[in-house]
């Protein structure tokens, strides 16, 4: 869910507006935190004992502490939900800062999130994420099974692995990389071309001249020096006006 929020300590208005202290959520378990392997950064996480009935605690990634707290310590803060369920809109005590997590994909920032006790605030629908050694999919028929034991009527589960997220969320990069680096190619090939045409050329109008240098004792060596000399004089000058471009536009797709 998103939702907005005050801290204790805030003003209800102006500065930390509703709008402004916005932030994610996810209704989590106490081993999710362990099973996509988020460091925790400071504080505790997610314990048994955070169940129904005890003190509502939270935490939040490091994007919120950054964001809402600067140079403060949200250890022990309290927040309140903008939201008319009893639930979401119980203070919650922030007990944990945990590492950020790009879910919208690699290319963008992390958001601030907070995270909240499945047991202290039930859902109707989840997501399992299983930890397991090798491949993940190999352990699908323990988890159906699994699932199966807690309660038969529950729908068959559809399994996506972690590398086939982070894949997906790849894949417009990946295209754009694929088709530069195609139309580099092509334009390395035309400018091969290009050099191979223009120096054949070049030789062709200098026929004469080199029949004059060969009569008059010139070594074919040299001739073939004269030639390497003209194509080294074409490289050079578009290495020199190439180069810099390159430098420029490798920037732009570094970021890709």
């Known amino acids: 869910f998103t939702s907005g ?3 204790d300590g805030w003003p209800s208005g102006g500065e930390r507006a509703e709008a402004e202290a916005s932030i ?3 209704i989590v378990t106490r081993g999710y935190r362990s099973a996509l392997d988020i460091p925790l950064v400071r504080g505790r996480e997610i314990a048994s004992s955070d169940a129904a009935g005890t003190p509502a605690i939270a935490l939040i990634n490091e994007a919120a502490a950054q964001r809402f707290f600067p140079n403060e310590d949200p250890i022990g803060r309290r927040l309140v939900w903008f939201s008319w369920d009893p639930i979401e809109s119980t ?4 007990v944990g800062v945990v590492g950020d997590v790009r879910h919208r994909g690699l290319s963008f920032a992390p958001e601030p999130e907070v995270f909240i006790p499945l047991a202290q605030a039930p859902m109707r629908a989840l997501h399992v994420v299983v930890r397991t050694d090798g ?3 190999s352990r699908a028929g323990d988890v159906r099974a699994a ?3 807690l309660d038969p009527s529950l729908p068959a589960p559809r399994f996506t692995t972690l590398e086939e997220v982070v894949s997906s969320s790849l894949a417009r990069p990946r295209f754009t990389a694929t088709l530069l680096g195609l139309f580099a ?3 390395l090939i035309l400018a091969s071309v290009g050099i191979a045409g223009l120096l054949a050329f070049s030789v062709e109008q200098r026929t004469r001249e080199f ?3 060969v009569a008059l004792g010139a070594e074919p ?3 073939l020096r004269l030639v390497a000399l003209g194509a080294l004089r074409l490289v050079g000058t578009g290495l020199v006006l190439g180069l810099p471009s390159a430098v420029a536009l490798s920037r732009v797709v570094e970021g890709m």
């Open 221 to 223: 060596g040299e001739i």
């Open 135 to 137: 491949d993940p999919l």
């Open 24 to 26: 994610g959520g996810r």
């Open 91 to 94: 203070p919650r005590t922030i």
């Open 211 to 213: 029949g004059v240098r």
């Open 5 to 7: 929020f005050l801290a």
């Open 147 to 149: 699932l199966a034991a």
């Open 185 to 187: 190619g092509l334009a």
